[in-house]
């Protein structure tokens, strides 16, 4: 047994060597510079002891060949490429789609609550995509927006009614927040906000990346095909519970017969077609209790931490720029005297809050890399390189945002980088904490509402103070793979006068 668990050792640490060599050569002969450090094992790999988050990783890579449009990584079994040059990675994310359609991550069989739109590819994705885009459109938002607004409402409500929340573990507290709107908006708003619900446990376990879920995923990125090996299964534990809250839920509108301008809503009205047809494709799609649950459940997942993440890096950047939380307390301010009710358009015109968030989210984006894998062969038009079938694409998100070519001194909050007169093509280009092109977050509007609609609320009634511990000056992360999670900082909620 012993020399059967050695050679099977060996033959991995050759197959690792070639594979290794292999991709260095490969990279090479086209001209592409070679990430090394990490030669035979790639950057997931390395995130897997390394002490920095996946991002990071990432953004070392980035910062290697400063001139090169691009870096030769391993993936594990296969070869990968982090684009950098804007040109290129337009083309990955839109311009040449059909070639990059693939997220580069698989799920497998019977892993039902994930099977949801980030995690499918093809055909299928597209089919998933079509139908559940018209649930985000400006009307929908708006008719949905009385439930963000009356979460956010209730949240002050809450935190009055329990002042220990105001200091101490304030991402938590942001999370009840954002549970609460997500809940309603996915699930219908009863007569009072619920900050306190058994969903809001699941999408923060579910999302808890432990140890085991960073393996995971690190894996599914990697290589699909030892994930598929070994059946790996994401978020199995849930299963029970969330699936049959939604068909409880999907039932009991299905005998209200009411409308709430929720996803319960289209729920009910998808499952009246019977099928989802893609007329391009033929694809048929019944859209079962269980299809419909995992796309709610990632609903709720991306609802909660990446929002309240997006929250929380707000205000803490607010809270170390009292110049900036004045000017956003200010525009707060006479838009509550201007306007009885923050409506969906009303919070729209709040432009100088838009910035800070857009400016927090450079600084800190919630989502630190993406990535794709090319699906046929194709050629990336800066640096003219071919790209085979198979090879995954990196983007470095937090890289880009933390380059001073696109964003001049990249670690100061500036959020006026952000004004209209400001803005520069090149900049949006190389801004992307959504993602961007095809598969770019299909929730952003929908994330960007809760978000400023939690702030606004919060800001009238409360101002800040942020504490880094250990009197750092510099906001530290957890060691995460692909989100961003701060770790030495929080944030007090102070009433205002
Ligand atoms: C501030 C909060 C959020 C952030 C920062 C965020 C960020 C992202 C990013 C970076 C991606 C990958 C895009 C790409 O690969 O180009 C993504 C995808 C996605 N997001 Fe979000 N997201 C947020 C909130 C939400 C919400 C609230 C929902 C749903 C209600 C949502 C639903 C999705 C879906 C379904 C995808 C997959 C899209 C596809 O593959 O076609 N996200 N998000």
Known sequence: M??????????????????????????????????????????????????????Q????????????????????????????????????????FNSFSHRGMEINEGDILADSIIFNNGKRWKLMRQHITPLFTSSKLKSMYYIIDKSAQDFIDYLKKNPQYLKGNAFETLSTFCSAAIGGSVFGVGTESIFDSPFLKMAQKASQFTLKMNFFFAIANASPKISNFFGIKLFKE???????????????????????????????SLQKNDVLKDHDTGLELKPTDEFLAAQAFFFFIAGVEPSATTMYITLIELGRHPEVLAKVHEEIDNTFEKHENITHDVLCEMEYLDMAINEAMRLHPPIGFVSRQCVQDTVLPVGNIKIEKGTTMFIATYGMHHDETYFPEPNAFKPERFSKENKHNFMDAAYMPFGKGNRICIGVRYAQLQVKAGLVHLLRNYTIRTILHDNEDEVKYKRELVQLRVSNADVEFIPRL
Not at 62 to 89: M, Q
Not at 242 to 260: G, P, T, W
């Open 57 to 96: 990783i990432m953004q070392s890579i980035y910062k290697t060949h400063p001139e090169a449009p691009a870096v030769g990584v391993v993936s594990l079994f296969g070869r990968a490429l982090l684009i950098k040059d804007l040109t290129n990675v337009q083309y990955v994310l839109a311009t040449d």
């Open 2 to 55: 012993i020399v059967l668990i050695l050679l099977i050792l060996v033959a991995v640490l050759c197959f690792l060597y070639l594979n290794g060599t292999y991709n260095e050569n490969y990279w090479k002969k086209r001209g592409i510079p070679f990430y090394s450090k990490n030669k035979y094992l790639g950057p997931l790999f390395e995130f897997l002891y390394a002490k920095q988050p996946g991002f």
């Open 238 to 268: 849930h299963e029970g519970f969330f699936i049959d809250a939604i068909k409880q839920i999907i039932r009991a509108r299905e005998r209200e017969n009411v409308k709430r301008h929720d996803f319960a809503d289209i729920c009910v």
